[in-house]
């Protein structure tokens, strides 16, 4: 495999988002046309994907680098790799080894855990991650794709007096606060490590100026200055919008590849099809450092608790 620019090629997989990208060695370093062609391509195709990598953690770091500061591995995970604390290791039996053989039954009732189905990371953060940079190491034979969901296609895909009425809307994120079950220990972990930010529904994206939908299903608890029963029918609607099938691209994972996309852009849909197979699927992630999300307006997103999400972030333990 080699790194030059002209052998690598750019291929759309979708509609709307996603493209394959092959030709170039992830493990090796990029010269700055390289950088700047995934760049390009990342911001056009929302989310990249790249087969038959073969990366560690160093590498994996040293590639996410090329694109922006990393944030320290997850808001609440206390022990990444040793000597990597970029790495966010996703492996269910991780999970499990560290909160008991329940864990995976208690994720299913928590709308802010990974596992919950539609989300953009760390969106509780008023700095949300700009990207997300993800390589397979163990997946399994059957199972376990990722699906991914254009935000800028779904904006503007509302008719035009919606768009009106979305761009002066503000809603709250939150990782963590919501009634827990006794001796839930994780959500214990989430609540001691609170995320709590207030974003505009639409943001502007700071790089191709593309207006996105700003709301999840997995962080985003109500729209603000809207009655409880207001909001829930907004959030339905825009929820619905933003899962259309034509707005989504799905990826097959094997060993060695590598998934980059758009936080501020896209949402994706963690696999659910895995939960009655005794299967192994270890993953890895690096996370770019977001900046504040700002809407048509001009008004930018407000912390409301814990702190910004930065490589320097720390994980309160008791």
Same mark, same amino acid.
């Given at each position: 495999?080699?790194?030059?620019?002209?052998?690598?090629?750019?291929?759309?997989?979708?509609?709307?988002?996603?493209?394959?990208?092959?030709?170039?060695?992830?493990?090796?370093?990029?010269?700055?046309?390289?950088?700047?062609?995934?760049?390009?391509?990342?911001?056009?195709?929302?989310?990249?994907?790249?087969?038959?990598?073969?990366?560690?953690?160093?590498?994996?770091?040293?590639?996410?680098?090329?694109?922006?500061?990393?944030?320290?591995?997850?808001?609440?995970?206390?022990?990444?790799?040793?000597?990597? $604390?970029?790495?966010?290791?996703? *492996?269910?039996? +991780?999970? =499990?080894? /560290? !909160? @008991?053989?329940?864990?995976?039954?208690?994720?299913?009732?928590?709308?802010?855990?990974?596992?919950?189905?539609?989300?953009?990371?760390?969106?509780?953060?008023?700095?949300?991650?700009?990207?997300?940079?993800?390589?397979?190491?163990?997946?399994?034979?059957?199972?376990?794709?990722?699906?991914?969901?254009?935000?800028?296609?779904?904006?503007?895909?509302?008719?035009? $007096?919606?768009?009106?009425?979305? *761009?002066?809307? +503000?809603? =709250?994120? /939150? !990782? @963590?606060?919501?009634?827990?079950?006794?001796?839930?220990?994780?959500?214990?972990?989430?609540?001691?490590?609170?995320?709590?930010?207030?974003?505009?529904?639409?943001?502007?994206?700071?790089?191709?100026?593309?207006?996105?939908?700003?709301?999840?299903?997995?962080?985003?608890?109500?729209?603000?200055?809207?009655?409880?029963?207001?909001?829930?029918?907004?959030?339905?609607?825009?929820?619905?919008?933003?899962?259309?099938?034509?707005?989504?691209? /799905?990826?097959?994972?094997?060993?060695?590849?590598?998934?980059?996309?758009?936080?501020?852009?896209?949402?994706?849909?963690?696999?659910?099809?895995?939960?009655?197979?005794?299967?192994?699927?270890?993953?890895?992630?690096?996370?770019?450092?977001?900046?504040?999300?700002?809407?048509?307006?001009?008004?930018?997103?407000?912390?409301?608790?814990?702190?910004?999400?930065?490589?320097?972030?720390?994980?309160?333990?008791?």
């Amino acid at each position: 495999m080699t790194s030059t620019l002209n052998a690598v090629s750019v291929r759309p997989v979708a509609g709307l988002i996603g493209a394959d990208i092959s030709g170039v060695d992830l493990s090796r370093p990029l010269g700055e046309e390289i950088v700047e062609l995934i760049g390009n391509a990342l911001h056009e195709y929302k989310v990249l994907f790249f087969r038959d990598q073969d990366l560690d953690h160093a590498s994996q770091i040293a590639f996410g680098r090329r694109f922006g500061e990393l944030t320290y591995a997850h808001p609440h995970d206390d022990a990444p790799p040793g000597g990597f $604390p970029e790495i966010f290791t996703i *492996d269910p039996r +991780r999970y =499990e080894e /560290r !909160y @008991g053989p329940d864990f995976t039954r208690q994720a299913r009732r928590r709308r802010y855990s990974y596992f919950s189905g539609w989300h953009t990371d760390v969106t509780a953060a008023v700095n949300p991650p700009s990207g997300s940079i993800l390589r397979a190491e163990v997946v399994p034979e059957r199972g376990g794709d990722t699906t991914w969901t254009n935000l800028v296609a779904a904006y503007e895909g509302l008719s035009a $007096p919606l768009r009106s009425f979305v *761009d002066g809307l +503000r809603a =709250e994120h /939150r !990782y @963590g606060g919501a009634d827990r079950p006794a001796g839930d220990a994780y959500a214990k972990r989430v609540d001691d490590n609170l995320l709590v930010a207030v974003h505009p529904v639409v943001r502007v994206h700071p790089v191709t100026g593309e207006r996105a939908l700003f709301v999840n299903p997995g962080f985003t608890s109500h729209v603000v200055d809207l009655s409880p029963s207001e909001s829930k029918a907004v959030l339905d609607l825009l929820y619905a919008e933003i899962t259309r099938p034509e707005y989504t691209v /799905r990826f097959r994972w094997e060993p060695g590849s590598v998934a980059f996309w758009d936080n501020r852009a896209t949402a994706h849909l963690a696999p659910r099809d895995l939960e009655h197979l005794d299967v192994e699927r270890r993953l890895h992630r690096v996370t770019l450092v977001g900046d504040v999300p700002v809407g048509p307006d001009g008004r930018a997103s407000e912390l409301v608790a814990g702190k910004p999400f930065t490589a320097e972030h720390t994980v309160k333990v008791g």
